[in-house]
């Protein structure tokens, strides 16, 4: 499951992917999407790996 | 405006005199520099976001995204990819520090690596790249009380160092826990309300966007390696940072470590409204001399006189908080393991703690303007030094202590004469890639060691096989 950490490493520094203008929303360029978004997605993958790596070993 | 703020400051500076009267006696550096390893998931929370998030970042941030448009935005990048990194190796540091009474990450590789000298290049290197850190936490205080109006006095400069060194005494690291919680509350509702008023008043998102230059508003292809760079170095650097490691050993369980690893991100969030504040000072008109101003100019220009006032307590209150947290991280890697003899305790480390916020206070009053910003910059690529020596102690590997500091030594000295040749600047272009002098320096570290490091592993794993340290292992 760790692996998956690896995720947002590869979508914020891997920057050609994401440092364009379009398709803005709200007149918003897609590059502040994709940050503001990444920190979302980041916190969910985490809380993934982190009830998969402690679910069954009860609280420490 | 001064009124709320001094009544703010007053109140902060009392809630973190009282805080020592909760919980055990400080006698002992455990409870005064980690106030006895008790802190819950919340507390912890706000502790760790009321200290990594400076006052120095809420006016940088801004001010670099005010300079430089969406390269700015590499601050975000950085921390939301600091908490992955922060989730794998934490709660492992968090583990070994509690089974051995480690206080600070140099104890942990003086112990790992049986190598006092290890632990004192570690030590060193944290002092040397935290006392410019409180400087600009008083820099960042200064500019907070210039914008209320009080000119160029040193005064503010004086107050907050008493009010630190009050807390320090009174009540070690549960000053800066209990006034976290005030200053986060205090930031959310400065970054909601200028979210809530702010746009509206200059004319939607879309108005503020436009009225920043093209260049600025998205990388431009030759920023690419830099940015990318820059936010890999600097999330594998905060982690390094003493006042970092003292937030998370004070947490009560390892649970609590790696929860916040998931909850702690919600201040991305916060710290990517901050720095879109740049973009609104842009649009306001906003001319700041320096532009750390910029957001001051920007919320009292656009606030209310009394909510102004809360706003620049709001970012007082944000170096008073990390500046406490470091000066006791600091003090405790002196006291640990820079001086001689076991038994330093908390009464030494007070000391101590009072003369590193003195040299904190002479950088920013006799300091040049930009040395205290240089000597910052080279502290995040110094700080990068002690990644191996930590990580592969946590990953249990067999390095001699010997290597690490050779690598240490080279990574050192790399890093900074890459900052020097580039005047100060925090890329270094090699073979025409243009990146951050950290990675570089790192990239040297990492080399030495494994140029020296694996021919006699194998021979350093016999000989210190037999050390009664426990070996901490990754799951």
């Known amino acids: ?9 590869v ?24 940050v503001f978004g990444w920190v979302g997605v980041t916190a969910a993958i985490n809380a993934v790996v982190y009830r998969k790596t402690f679910s069954g070993k009860g609280e420490r | 405006m001064t009124a709320v703020f ?3 400051v007053a109140v902060v500076a009392a809630v973190g005199f009282v805080a020592g009267r909760r919980g055990g006696k400080l006698d002992s550096i455990e409870e005064w520099g980690l106030a006895g390893r008790r802190f819950g998931t919340l507390i912890t929370w706000f502790l760790i976001g009321g ?5 120095y970042t809420l006016l940088a941030v801004p001010g670099l995204v005010y300079g430089a448009g969406a390269n700015g935005f590499f601050a975000v990048v950085y921390v939301t990819l600091a908490y992955p990194l922060f989730y794998l190796v934490m709660p492992r540091l968090w583990e070994v520090a509690k089974r051995h009474g480690h206080v600070t990450l140099a104890d942990f590789a003086q112990a790992h690596f049986s190598s006092a000298g290890l632990g004192k290049a570690v030590a060193f290197t944290g002092i040397l790249a935290t006392v410019p850190y409180i400087a600009l936490q008083l820099v960042g205080i200064e500019v907070a009380i210039q914008a209320l109006g009080y000119g160029n006095s040193s005064w503010p400069l004086w107050a907050a160092f008493g009010l630190l060194v009050v807390w320090d005494y009174a009540s070690g690291l549960r000053a800066p826990a209990s006034v976290a919680v005030i200053k986060d509350v205090m930031v959310f509702t400065v970054v909601i309300a200028a979210m809530a008023i702010i746009p509206q008043r200059l004319g939607g998102f879309a108005h503020i966007l436009a009225a920043v230059p093209a260049k600025m508003l998205v990388l ?12 890999l170095g600097s999330a594998l650097a905060i982690l390094l940072y003493p006042h970092i490691t003292t937030s998370v050993l004070s947490a009560s369980s390892q649970r609590v470590v790696e929860r916040n690893a998931v909850y702690l991100q919600a201040y991305n969030l916060v710290l990517g409204l901050i720095a879109a504040l740049g973009f609104m000072a842009l649009a306001a008109g906003v001319h700041a001399g320096s532009s750390n101003e910029a957001v001051p100019l920007l919320l009292t220009r656009m606030m209310p006189g009394w909510f102004a006032g809360f706003c620049l307590a709001a970012i007082a209150i944000g170096g008073l908080v990390p500046a406490a947290v470091m000066a006791i991280a600091a003090a405790s890697l002196f006291t640990r393991n820079l001086l ?11 000391r101590i703690s009072l003369g590193l916020k003195l040299a ?14 240089n000597f910052q910059l080279l502290g995040g690529i110094w700080i990068l030094q002690t990644l191996p020596a930590v990580l592969f102690g946590l990953m249990g590997w067999r390095v001699r202590a010997g290597v690490l500091i050779a690598g240490w030594a080279a990574g050192m ?26 990675l570089w320096a790192l990239a040297v570290n990492l080399a030495v060691v494994a140029g020296c490091g694996l021919p006699t592993a194998a021979g350093a794993a016999s000989r210190t096989a037999g050390t009664a340290q426990a070996q901490p292992r990754l799951p």
């Open chain 2, 413 to 438: 000295a790399t890093g900074t004469a890459m900052a020097w040749w580039q005047g100060m600047g925090s890329l270094f272009p090699v073979f025409g890639w243009n990146g951050y002098s950290g």
């Open chain 1, 11 to 34: 979508a914020l520094l891997w920057v050609p992917l994401y440092a364009r203008v379009r398709p803005a929303w709200l007149g918003i360029p897609f590059f502040y999407w994709y």
């Open chain 1, 1 to 9: 499951m760790r692996w998956m950490l690896g995720v947002p490493f």
């Open chain 2, 360 to 373: 904190a206070l002479a950088f920013v009053l006799w300091g040049r303007p930009g040395f205290m910003i």
């Open chain 2, 220 to 231: 431009q292809p030759g920023q690419y390696f830099g940015f990318a760079t820059l936010a």
């Open chain 2, 6 to 8: 001094v009544t703010l």
């Open chain 2, 340 to 350: 001689k003899g076991r038994g330093a305790d908390a009464a030494t480390a007070k």
């Open chain 2, 51 to 55: 200290d990594a998030y400076t006052a």
